[in-house]
């Protein structure tokens, strides 16, 4: 070692002090030099240690940057890529996948992807992100288009929703009680008690639907994220609330699932029009959309990027054609082709399951970011 490190490392005796020192080593004399070359000693010692430390301190600062780049880099887009693989995302929605969790700063994708609602929030954040920062109408509305789709083949894919009681059940989550071949519409008001209470469902004359004390009832029910259960449940028991009449039933921990709906749906009330269409052949092969001028109204009552329900007084026979409009508070218009897939008596009026057969992007993309309330403030 060089430097400070040889200080102390000549020989001690006293012939070699007399020379190095120019005095007789008698008692007194040799004491102060040896305390002399122990201070030297300390000295040296001293030094040998701080440069140590101090190239110990670089090396840390040096892990530390390293860290940090870690920190900076966050996941592999290599390791992200065979996840979108895996889940069936193409090229474009995997690279809009890796951008919705870059832009949130995710270090663990799969911590993300199992959580529907980090992924929500994650892609909420895009979602603003997006409309701030598109320069046109048609990328604002591709790119959204994009981030939509992508998140809807993962919400099917995670599957991270798992109901296996009547108490885990939200309130004011929708519901139908089933009878036979009919579905009368109700609501969870709560399942945190000792009992399921819903509202209690009305029959075709809008009166409360029969039900004794002690039967067993069929209820289907649907998770914000669109996992569809069913449980069989006994009655216990009925009562007038100052608002409502609610039905109260037995809890259950037998739960079956039901086919996954492809896409997730909202409760809301939306006034809307509909107008019947026909398929006009008389010019041959070639078909042709006709709309009716006659208008019809109503109110949507769920809706998604695949369909909606529309209760209305003017019921329509299943297999109809229609054209569906709706305004939203901006005067932004929604409208869509659908079909009529089946219906419900639900007092006097009727509810219309409705298909979307075509519906313009930018309709599209309203009624995802409703459904997904991205755009609520």
């Not at 309203?366 to 609520?376: L, T």
């Amino acid at each position: 070692m060089n430097g400070p490190a040889n200080v102390g490392m000549f020989p001690l005796n006293a012939d070699a002090l007399i020379d190095a020192f120019g005095m007789q080593a008698d008692g007194l004399g040799l004491q102060a030099i040896l305390f002399l070359i122990g201070v030297a000693l300390v000295v040296a010692a001293l030094i040998v240690v701080s440069v140590l430390k101090n190239r110990g301190n670089l090396s840390a600062l040096n892990d530390g940057r390293v860290t940090l780049k870690r920190r900076r880099k966050g996941f592999s887009s290599f390791t992200l890529h065979r996840i979108a693989n895996d889940m069936g995302l193409d090229r474009d929605k995997a690279k809009m996948l890796e951008f919705v969790l870059r832009n949130d700063n995710v270090t663990d994708p799969v911590k993300s992807l199992d959580s529907p609602d980090l992924m929500d929030r994650h892609f909420k954040r895009a979602y603003r992100l997006i409309e701030q920062t598109s320069i046109s109408e048609g990328e604002l509305n591709n790119r959204l288009s994009v981030l939509f789709a992508t998140r809807n083949i993962i919400e099917n894919y995670t599957d991270a929703v798992t109901v296996t009681s009547t108490r885990q059940i939200y309130d004011n989550t929708p519901a139908m009680v089933i009878q036979g071949d009919q579905n009368y519409p109700t609501k969870v008001i709560s399942a945190q008690g000792e009992t399921l209470i819903v509202d209690h469902p009305v029959n075709n004359k809008g009166t409360p639907l029969k039900v004794a004390k002690g039967s067993k009832v069929n209820i289907a029910f649907f998770t914000k994220s669109s996992k569809g259960f069913s449980v069989t449940s006994r009655v216990i028991g009925s009562m007038e609330t100052m608002n409502r009449r609610i039905l109260k039933l037995a809890h259950s921990n037998k739960i079956k699932k039901l086919s996954n709906r492809r896409f997730r749906r909202r409760q809301t009330i939306i006034s809307s029009s509909f107008y019947l269409v026909n398929v006009d052949t008389t010019l041959g092969i070639k078909k042709r959309l006709l709309v009716d001028k006659r208008k019809f109204v109503g109110n949507i009552m769920d809706i998604s990027a695949g369909g909606c329900s529309i209760k209305t007084g003017s019921p329509i026979k299943a297999g109809q054609k229609l054209k569906i409009e709706f305004f939203h508070e901006d005067n932004f218009s929604v409208a869509a082709l659908g079909e009529v897939l089946r219906t419900n008596r639900t007092g006097f009026n009727t509810v219309m399951h409705i298909k979307f057969l075509k519906i313009p992007r930018k309709s599209l993309n309203f009624i995802n970011a409703m459904v997904y309330e991205y755009a609520d403030n």
